[in-house]
Each structure stands twice: as structure tokens, then as C-alpha cells.
């Protein structure tokens, strides 16, 4: 019920932007997210946003990323920019139903950034 894509190789400095589709049901209920597992990491939120549009970012990220929702087409986009090597991982979307928490996963894409 998650789709993403647009994660890569990319070289330090450089930018990538990932996508998520997500169902109409769970989109229009959803806080929209997105975490990053690093190498023998746990998960980390990276960014998140309301369907009313507050954001939330992670404080490694804060500055150099930013999320949006299209609400017309069911997708959270997060922009990334300035990668450093640090940010490499399997970036995952998040849909938290905000009424019960439940939480809904993509099956992640991968972002390397080298150095």
C-alpha cells in the first residue's frame, strides 16, 4: 500500500528526491513519513508531515531535506539535498493512521551516498 522510489548512488554534496504512493484510504489519515536505517542502526525518523502540512524533521537532516504531500496524488516526496555519506541507507515511508497509530510500511529503497 506503499510504494517508493528514487533512492541511488549519489556523490557527496549531491541531491536525490524519493517518492511514496500511498493508497487513497490510508493517505487522507496518514501522517506521512519517512525513516532511515543506517548500517547496524535503528530506524531513525528522518521527516514526517500531517495531512495538514506540519512537518517534522530529524535534527541530522534539519536544513537539507525537506518533505511535501500531494494530496492530489497520494504521494510524500522527500527532498534531499547536501547528502553527506552518513545519510546512506534503506529509507523507509511511514503511514500512521493518526486516529488509531497504526502504522503502515514500504518495502524501502536504498540511498548511498560516497564520499
Known amino acids: 500500500q506503499l510504494v517508493e522510489s528514487g533512492g541511488g548512488l549519489v556523490q557527496a554534496g549531491g541531491s536525490l528526491r524519493l517518492s511514496c504512493a500511498a493508497s487513497v484510504i490510508i493517505f487522507k489519515v496518514s501522517r506521512m513519513g519517512w525513516s532511515r536505517h543506517g548500517s547496524g542502526q535503528q530506524r531513525d525518523l528522518v521527516a514526517s508531515?500531517?495531512?495538514?502540512?506540519?512537518?517534522d524533521y530529524g535534527d541530522s537532516v534539519n536544513g537539507r531535506f525537506t518533505i511535501s504531500r500531494d494530496n492530489a496524488k497520494n504521494t510524500v516526496y522527500l527532498q534531499m539535498n547536501s547528502l553527506k555519506p552518513e545519510d546512506t541507507g534503506a529509507y523507509y515511508c511511514n503511514a500512521r493512521i493518526m486516529q488509531t497509530g497504526s502504522d503502515f510500511w514500504g518495502q524501502g529503497t536504498q540511498v548511498t551516498v560516497s564520499s
Open positions: 508531515i500531517t495531512n495538514s502540512g506540519n512537518t
